[in-house]
C-alpha cells in the first residue's frame, strides 16, 4: 500500500500532493496545507482579559444610578447581606455607619488611612484613636461603638493576625461582630490563607482585599455599602 509523503515532504503546493503516491489519486488536503486557526476575542468586554469571571462589570442594587464604582459577582454576593441588615437598622437613631476594628500597631498607618478615606467619602466611623478618652474602660467603649455601628469592617493584617493569635482587644470585638451579619473583613499586606491559620472562623467570611483593590477604592464601596439615600427595595 502507499505511504502518503505528507509528514516527511509536505503537501504546500498541489505539485507536491501530485507527486505522492497516496495522494496524487484523489482531491487531498493535508493537515499541513490548512491555515492554522487562530483565535479571536472581542475587545469590546472586559471580562476577556479577566480569569474565573472576577472582573469588575457588575452594581448592586444600592448603587447609585450614576455611580462609577464596579464590583465582582463574589463581591456583591459578600456585601449584599451586609447591607441588609444596614436597611433593618435605617430607622435606628444615632448610629455610626461603620465600626473600625482593627490590631494596635495599625492605628497610625494603614487603619488611620482606612479611616480618613471612609470620612472623606462621608462615612462616619467608631476609631479607637479618637472615640476611647483616657481614663474609660476600653472594652466598655468597644461595646457601645459595636452596638452603634451599622457595619463592622476588621483591618486584617500581618500585626492583626498576631493580636488574635494572642487573644488580645481585637479578638474580643471580632466575638461581637462575628454574631451578627454586619462584618466585612479588609485584609491587607496578608492572605486569606494566613488569616484561616490563624482565625478559621473570620477566614470562612469573604471580603474585600488591597491585593485587588486599592484602599480608596475599598472606602467607595463601603459608603455605598452604608449610604442610605439609594431607595430601599
Known amino acids: 500500500m502507499a505511504r502518503c509523503t505528507a509528514p516527511i515532504n509536505g503537501h504546500r503546493t498541489s505539485a507536491a500532493e501530485a507527486a505522492c503516491p497516496a495522494c496524487s489519486s484523489r482531491n487531498y488536503r493535508s493537515y499541513y496545507s490548512e491555515p ?3 483565535p479571536t476575542y472581542s475587545s469590546g468586554s472586559s471580562t476577556s482579559r479577566s480569569s474565573g469571571g472576577s472582573s469588575r462589570t457588575s452594581k448592586p442594587r444600592w448603587s447609585r444610578q450614576n455611580s462609577v464604582i ?14 441588609e ?17 482593627h490590631a494596635w500597631d495599625d492605628r497610625k498607618e494603614s487603619a488611620k488611612e482606612l479611616h480618613d478615606l ?3 467619602n462621608g462615612v462616619s466611623v467608631w476609631f479607637s484613636e479618637k472615640d476611647v478618652l483616657l481614663g474609660t474602660s476600653l472594652l466598655r467603649e468597644i461595646d457601645k461603638g459595636l452596638a452603634k455601628s451599622r457595619v463592622g469592617i476588621v483591618l486584617v493584617t500581618p500585626a492583626l493576625l498576631k493580636r488574635l493569635a494572642s487573644e488580645g482587644i481585637a479578638d474580643k470585638e471580632l466575638s461581637a461582630l462575628l454574631h451578627r451579619d454586619m462584618l466585612v473583613p479588609i485584609v491587607h499586606n496578608t492572605t486569606y490563607d494566613e ?5 478559621p472562623l473570620l477566614g470562612s467570611r469573604s471580603g474585600l482585599n488591597t491585593a485587588d483593590d486599592s484602599m480608596a477604592g475599598i472606602a467607595a464601596k463601603l459608603a455605598e455599602l452604608t449610604n442610605l439615600d439609594v431607595a430601599i427595595c
Open 36 to 38: 492554522r486557526y487562530t
Open 70 to 83: 464596579y464590583y465582582t459577582p463574589a463581591e456583591i454576593q459578600t456585601l449584599t447581606p451586609v447591607r
Open 85 to 101: 441588615n444596614v436597611e433593618k437598622r435605617s430607622t435606628t437613631p444615632d448610629l455610626r455607619d461603620v465600626f473600625l476594628c
Open 118 to 120: 471612609l470620612e472623606k
Open 195 to 199: 488569616l484561616r491559620d490563624v482565625s
